[in-house]
């Protein structure tokens, strides 16, 4: 029986064949070759079948220090492995069964090429920062870079060297449990952190120990499912799509991303992973992406419950024809492509073309020159959990906390001669803070608020639960019970309460409350929380409310009656020290909402960034024909960008340098902000722009930069904003982007609420 093996060593490819004839190196290709061409070297040396498998990702499907599977699909699984019929394995981790698995794929197969190792790193690996919509509040790209940095470090440490992150789909709707995952609202914003995100993950080189491969996701309008009920149906016009939705993506492509992942919904009935639109046309033909796309969870298959293809085997040919390169888990590539190659209905030059994707990253991972190049367990054993990343996450949770509210200046809270009466079960709790997505954190590994608090030893503290946010929860159960009836413990902390100077509640949801397939119909404080929180203020109204919550929520009553009120998401592994310092003024708030929070959820999907209307939103209450609400705001509660200080920021004299500018120019925006409060603090100054006529109706405001500034007491400080024809730009109704002319608005201030405005004209000419 012949057996050959495909040597790998210093990047040149050897096809060793127990016969006469041995392939020499340098009949295959020359060291200094592009590497297109050692692409297809390899590519000649596979059959049809060894083709398909590079295309076939699965779950690990059995405890590989355990015996051999011997029956039933892991036993399948593990024969394909061992024939090459494998390209990709998926939550693996840990360099001991990596290296194990690596070995079969290399030692074992044919052609011994090499597996590429994936897992969600969403927001860390062991060491967690706070969710990716808490980083996106901090408005730093620098730190969200580093965030990001931090994750792959150790990610890579294990052995995984691709994660399913960044998720860049722009968001409206709260209800949307994955909202967490994202950076909110706003396509400008999104784009800069999907590059902030892209760039941390991969680095400047993708063979490098401490980087992984990034996978922008969900391609495309994945969060605009109805109702916001996640893997609902999206309906979406052109130009959302366009203007709202590719613009992260194509940010992502730009900065270099090696991987994308198509969506489990459907567009312009299709399904995403069977869109030729989506992944031929735009993405790589418009687009040029030479990376590859993964499909999401057995999303081929589920093509079959959308009612567009009969069996799995339809949907292999739909998707592979669409685009979508690797099949993840749903087994129909490797049951189904090399039949529908042999009969005619996908071509062989379509399978090629992703295979040939697919060994261009796993070259540029540095797989080829050593396939155990991430399985160092010296490496592991001194990266894993690390200081230094304890120092870089505690620095990302304090930068992702906005300060919503603070009258009477409650906060800071003074450092000595206070009882502070701590209600709360989250308070106490030490994996909520770690949020969803962080399946190979430890539970109970947080800094827990409680904990935070008690580094500062000048003030007396009390805690008490009061209740339970929900019962049941652990980090595989995909639905926690909330509790609705348990308020036994209600008496205790309202009695503690009566004898704080101040009480501090941490209220909210639990970190497993959010994420996918968590939405919620109802986005207020879960449970008997709301209840706790209003017979507490009844006996103390000195209330300091810290929101843990993985989306915005709807809390119009805390925020008419409680005097301060802090968004602490869920920030991680450090996130009670982060809160804490935070509290006693050690670190100064600087976060501004990357979404907006609504009064009530009737009014979602909510964002600011929304069109005019015919009949536009108007103030006379005595009128009925318009667009608004007979029971409640039109207004939000607390609009996108916003977010407080312990300073105080006011903004004046905005200038423009000229009335107009013309195709090849520009004009400077310049505003002065000052700093009247007696403590430093970090503003986030941002440029709106208002495009008042176009061929396509345009929002009644745009986030087209911002700029992030330090200022000293009684400092003044002037931001400047460039504006050329790029800023302005859209598709248009010529199905292009490009600048058109007409009249324009631009506002600058602290939210997109800002009210200082100035009017510039656009001359195409």
Not at 285 to 300: C, N, R
Not at 534 to 559: D, F, H, M, Q, S
Not at 630 to 655: H, N, R, V
């Amino acid at each position: 029986m012949r057996k050959s093996v495909l040597i790998i060593s210093s990047s040149l490819l050897v096809l060793a064949a127990c016969s006469k004839k041995v392939v020499q190196p340098a009949t295959i290709f020359a060291a200094a070759n592009p590497l297109e061409r050692k692409v297809d070297s390899v590519l000649k040396l596979m059959t049809l079948e060894e083709k398909v498998g590079q295309l076939n990702q699965y779950n690990g499907f059995w405890e590989i220090t355990g015996p051999t599977p011997k029956e039933g699909q892991a036993a399948k699984k593990y024969a394909d492995l061992k024939k090459g019929l494998v390209g990709s394995m998926l939550n693996v981790k840990g360099v001991k069964d990596v290296r194990a698995l690596q070995k079969i794929a290399v030692e074992e197969a044919r052609l011994g090429i090499p597996l590429v190792f994936g897992f969600d790193v969403i927001h860390g690996y062991k060491t967690i920062s706070p969710i990716p919509l808490a980083e996106s509040a901090s408005w730093d790209m620098e730190a969200i870079k580093k965030s990001a940095a931090i994750a792959a470090e150790e990610a890579a440490a294990v052995g995984l060297n691709w994660t399913f992150a960044p998720m860049v789909d722009v968001a409206r709707d709260a209800r949307w449990g994955r909202v967490m995952e994202g950076a909110g609202e706003d396509p400008f914003l999104g784009s800069k952190i999907a590059v902030a995100r892209v760039q941390g993950f991969q680095g400047t080189n993708l063979a490098a120990t401490n980087t992984i491969l990034a996978c922008a996701k969900h391609f495309a309008g994945y969060a605009f499912a109805e109702a916001g009920r996640d893997y609902s149906t999206v309906d979406v016009s052109e130009t959302v799509l366009q203007n709202t939705i590719f613009p992260p993506f194509k940010a992502a492509v730009d900065a270099g991303v090696r991987t994308f992942m198509n969506s489990f919904n459907e567009l312009n009935g299709i399904p995403a992973t069977g869109s030729k639109y989506l992944q031929r046309e735009i993405l790589k033909g418009d687009w040029k992406f030479d990376g590859f796309v993964v499909s999401d969870w057995g999303s081929i298959n589920e093509m079959m419950n959308h009612g567009y293809a009969k069996d799995s085997k339809q949907a292999a040919e739909i998707a592979i024809n669409a685009g979508s390169d690797m099949d993840m888990e749903s087994s129909a590539y490797v049951d189904h492509l090399v039949a529908l190659v042999n009969e005619g209905k996908v071509k062989e030059t379509v399978v090629d073309d992703a295979v040939k994707r697919i060994l261009k990253v796993k070259f540029e991972l540095g797989l080829f020159d050593d396939p155990y190049r991430y399985c160092d367990e010296n490496r592991e054993a001194a990266t894993v959990g690390k200081p230094a990343f304890q120092e870089g996450v505690l620095d990302m949770a304090k930068k992702s906390i906005v300060l919503l509210k603070n009258d009477k200046e409650v906060l800071p809270l003074k450092k000595s001669g206070q009882k502070i009466v701590v209600i709360g079960a989250l308070a106490n709790d030490k994996t909520s803070p770690l949020g969803s997505w962080r399946i190979a954190a430890d539970d109970n590994t947080a800094i827990s608020f409680l904990e935070g608090m008690q580094n500062y030893k000048g003030n007396q503290l009390t805690y008490k639960k009061g209740a339970d946010v929900a019962v049941g929860r652990t980090q595989f159960v995909w639905e926690t019970k909330i509790n609705t009836t348990d308020k036994s413990e209600f008496a205790e902390a309202i009695a503690a309460a009566k004898t704080a100077d101040v009480v501090v509640m941490v209220l909210g949801e639990h970190g497993l409350q959010s994420g996918e397939g968590r939405s919620r119909a109802d986005i207020g404080l879960p449970g008997v929380q709301q209840e706790l929180l209003e017979e507490v203020y009844k006996v103390n109204p000195n209330i300091v409310l810290v929101l843990n919550n993985g989306r915005p929520l709807a809390i119009p009553w805390a925020a008419d009656h409680i005097p301060a009120i802090v968004e602490a998401w869920q920030l991680g592994t450090q996130s009670g020290n982060a809160i804490a310092q935070v509290l006693y003024g050690d670190y100064n708030p600087s976060g501004k909402l990357p979404m907006t929070f609504p009064r009530n959820v009737g009014q979602l999907p909510l964002y600011y960034n929304h069109k005019n209307t015919g009949r536009p939103v108007m103030t006379e209450e005595d009128s009925v024909f318009w667009s608004h609400y007979i029971d409640e705001k039109t207004t939000p509660l607390y609009p996108f960008g916003f977010g407080l200080s312990y300073a105080k920021f006011e903004y004046a004299d905005l200038q423009i340098s000229a009335p107009s500018f013309a195709q090849a120019g520009s004009i400077t925006a310049t505003v002065k902000v000052t700093n009247t409060a007696k403590v430093a603090g970090k503003e986030v100054v941002q440029l709106y722009i208002r495009d008042l006529i176009g061929s396509v109706t345009r929002p009644v405001r745009e986030l087209k930069g911002f700029e992030m500034i330090e200022l000293k007491p009684n400092e003044t400080k002037t931001v400047s904003f460039v504006i050329d024809s790029k800023t302005i730009q859209y598709f248009t109704a010529n199905s292009k982007w490009e600048a058109e002319a007409g009249d324009f608005k631009l506002f600058v201030g602290g939210s997109s609420a800002a009210t200082l405005e100035a009017d510039f004209e656009y001359k195409n000419n």
